[in-house]
T-cell receptor
Framework: AQTVTQSQPEMSVQEAETVTLSCTYD???????LFWYKQPPSRQMILVIR??????QNATENRFSVNFQKAAKSFSLKISDSQLGDAAMYFC??????????FGTGTSLTVIP | EAGVAQSPRYKIIEKRQSVAFWCNPI?????LYWYQQILGQGPKLLIQ????????DSQLPKDRFSAERLKGVDSTLKIQPAKLEDSAVYLC????????????FGQGTRLTVV
């Protein structure tokens, strides 16, 4: 069974600093996708970054980057130069082709001015 | 490009009543998902449609929940009768196809059952 684990229910970071959110997953598949979604109080899930499992290079989107360790089944999100607007719930998600998204329990990120 | 539209945004009902949620996916998106998100948890899939056919409804409590997607576009999720434990946010999402990478989410409907 596919499971996604986020072991940090809450994290905080000073504005302009860097924070890393952790995620591990369990799967027997070899080809899949991993995602980080952001959910602000408005409740809409917004895609932050995605990673294809067959790509060894870590994905980067502006201030957001991931550390993808396929063998360890680890997928962490690094937010650099944190901004107040980054405060939200962050969900790690896993998907293999054609199927549903499996979500972790989320990490609540607070950005301290 | 318009996003995924959901209505209503909020709904409060008494237990044993019925309720329906509506979702209009992004135009051209063949795959539609309904997720249930209980407070403090990650979203859990209720049902996945590909066009107007069901791909996965293994976690849908079929004794009280039903969903349909007419003409492969809009979708409706119904709960009848509602229980207290159905209090949650119901998220609708869509993607171009089941093989495509990301899904786009609506703002969800917050249901409170009292």
């Amino acid at each position: 069974a596919q499971t996604v684990t986020q072991s940090q229910p809450e994290m905080s970071v000073q504005e302009a600093e860097t924070v890393t959110l952790s995620c591990t997953y369990d799967t027997s598949e070899s080809d899949y996708y991993l995602f980080w979604y952001k959910q602000p109080p408005s409740r809409q899930m917004i895609l932050v970054i995605r990673q294809e499992a067959y790509k060894q290079q870590n994905a980067t989107e502006n201030r957001f980057s991931v550390n993808f360790q396929k063998a360890a089944k680890s997928f962490s999100l690094k937010i650099s130069d944190s901004q107040l607007g980054d405060a939200a719930m962050y969900f790690c998600a896993y998907r293999f082709t054609g199927n549903q998204f499996y979500f972790g329990t989320g990490t609540s990120l607070t950005v301290i001015p | 490009e318009a996003g995924v539209a959901q209505s209503p945004r909020y709904k409060i009902i008494e237990k044993r009543q019925s309720v329906a949620f509506w979702c209009n996916p992004i135009s051209g998106h063949a795959t539609l998902y309904w997720y249930q998100q209980i407070l403090g948890q990650g979203p859990k899939l209720l049902i996945q449609f590909q066009n107007n056919g069901v791909v996965d409804d293994s976690q849908l409590p079929k004794d009280r929940f039903s969903a349909e997607r007419l003409k492969g576009v809009d979708s409706t999720l119904k709960i009848q009768p509602a229980k207290l434990e159905d209090s949650a946010v119901y998220l609708c999402a869509s993607s171009l196809g089941s093989g495509f990478r990301e899904a786009f989410f609506g703002q969800g409907t917050r249901l409170t059952v009292v």
